[in-house]
C-alpha cells in the first residue's frame, strides 16, 4: 500500500451506509462510528493483480480513472486464454490486443472490457461495496458481516455469503490507509468454503506512465495489425439460424480461397489483410468443397461459436487429387461489437 492521500474512511463509510433505515429492524452500527462521509476521492490509478487457484501466474491490471470515478483508459495482462497469453489496452474509443502465443495484433472497438474494467476499479473502494451488498442484503440476498479488530495493525473485514448462490467473499481493509488490499473469493460445496481466487490491489494513485496504454511500440514491427475499426469483417447473419450461418461462414471461406480471392477470404478470417490471406492461404491448391457438414456448438470459443466438419479437395501440382478433412474450421459472431451478426472464421483450419 503506497499511498496514504485518500481521505474517506472505511469506518465512516460503514456508519454511513448502515444509518440508512433499509432494514426491518436496527442494524447497529459495527464500528462505532457515526458520522457520516463528507469527503470522498476516487481512485485515479490502481494496480491489480488476480490470482486464481487453477492458473500459476496472475491476471495484472493497470486502471486510470477520470476522477469522476469512470475508467478512462486500462492496460491488462492475460497469461491464459483460449488464446493463449494477451496483453490489452483499452480505452472508451479503441482496443488492442496483442495475441503474443499467436504473433496476431487486432484493433477494434470494445465496450465489455471497459464494463469489466469498470467492475474491477468499483471492488476497490469501501463505500462502493458496502452500497452494493447493502442493496442486495436489502433484497434478501446475501448476508453482509463486518468486523473491525482493535489491534490496528490486522485489517478489518467485510463478509458477504450469498444465499441463493454457492459463494462467499471477504473484503480485507486496511485500517490506516482505509482502503482494501484484497478480496477473497470462495466457492461453497456441503458447507466447506474453497478459495477459488483473490484479487490484491495495489498503487493506489500511484500515477502510471501514458506508454502502458498502448501497444505502439511493444507489438514487433514485423506483426500485422487487424484493424477492425477501418473494415467490416466477416458475413452477416440475416435471416439464417446460427448454425446456417456457421455453415454459410465457412462455405464462402472456402469458395473465397478456391477462387484465389484473397482480400474476400482474409476478411472472412478475422479481417487479416489480402496480403497476409495469400501468404497463408497459397500453401494449399483448394480446388473444390466437397462437403459441408452440420455445425457443432464450441462453447469454449463463445456463447455463438461452431465448429463446421468439413471435406476439400486438394491438387497438388502434378495434378493429383486428395481430400483434405479440417481440423475445424470454428466460426463464430460477435467479434465486431459495432455489427455482432458478423460472422467470421477465427481459427482452427
Known amino acids: 500500500m503506497k499511498s496514504e492521500t485518500a481521505k474517506f474512511t472505511f469506518v465512516a463509510v460503514i456508519a454511513a451506509v448502515l444509518s440508512v433505515s433499509v432494514f426491518d ?16 476521492n ?11 487457484e487453477h492458473q500459476e501466474l496472475p491476471n495484472e491490471f493497470w486502471i486510470k480513472s477520470d476522477g469522476q470515478g469512470r475508467v478512462a483508459k486500462a492496460r491488462y495482462y492475460l497469461p ?9 489496452t483499452w480505452t472508451p474509443e479503441r482496443a488492442e490486443i496483442w495475441f503474443k502465443s499467436k504473433q496476431g495484433y487486432l484493433i477494434l472497438k470494445n465496450k465489455k472490457a471497459g464494463e469489466w474494467m469498470q467492475s474491477i476499479l468499483e471492488q476497490c473502494q469501501p463505500k462502493l461495496v458496502m452500497e452494493k451488498l447493502l442493496e442486495e442484503q436489502k433484497a434478501g440476498a446475501v448476508d ?13 473485514t467485510i463478509i458477504a455469503t450469498y444465499k441463493s448462490k454457492a459463494k462467499k467473499e471477504i473484503y480485507y481493509v486496511h485500517q490506516k490507509t482505509n482502503l482494501i488490499t484484497h478480496i477473497e473469493f470462495f466457492s461453497i460445496e456441503n458447507g466447506q468454503d474453497t478459495l477459488v481466487s483473490t484479487t490484491k490491489f495495489y498503487d493506489y494513485n500511484v500515477p502510471i ?26 458475413i452477416p447473419q440475416g435471416d439464417m439460424t446460427y448454425e446456417q450461418a456457421a455453415a454459410e461462414t465457412v462455405r464462402q471461406f472456402f469458395q473465397a480461397w ?25 500453401k494449399l491448391n483448394v480446388t473444390a468443397i466437397i462437403s459441408i457438414g452440420v455445425p457443432v456448438p464450441s462453447p469454449q470459443h463463445g456463447p455463438h461459436a461452431f465448429k463446421v466438419p468439413c471435406k476439400l479437395e486438394i491438387t497438388d501440382s502434378n495434378g493429383n487429387k486428395t481430400t483434405w478433412e479440417p481440423y475445424g474450421p470454428f466460426t463464430r459472431c460477435g467479434d465486431d461489437e459495432m455489427h455482432p451478426d458478423r460472422w467470421i472464421i477465427h481459427g482452427g483450419i
Open 209 to 234: 506512465d501514458e506508454k502502458m496504454f498502448s501497444l505502439k511500440d511493444e507489438v514487433p514491427k514485423d506483426i500485422e495489425a487487424v484493424n477492425q475499426l477501418e473494415q467490416l469483417i466477416g
Open 42 to 52: 476516487n481512485v485515479c490509478y490502481l494496480h491489480v493483480k488476480q490470482f486464481s
Open 144 to 156: 453482509v458481516n463486518t468486523s473491525k479488530p482493535q489491534n490496528k495493525q490486522e485489517p478489518a
Open 258 to 282: 478456391i477462387d484465389k480471392d484473397y482480400k474476400k477470404a482474409g476478411q472472412i478470417f478475422s479481417g487479416i489483410s489480402e496480403k497476409k490471406a495469400q501468404e497463408y492461404f497459397t
Open 80 to 88: 491464459v486464454t483460449e488464446d493463449g497469453i494477451k496483453l490489452i
Open 25 to 40: 429492524k436496527p442494524i447497529p452500527v459495527a464500528f462505532g462510528m457515526e458520522q457520516v462521509i463528507t469527503d470522498y
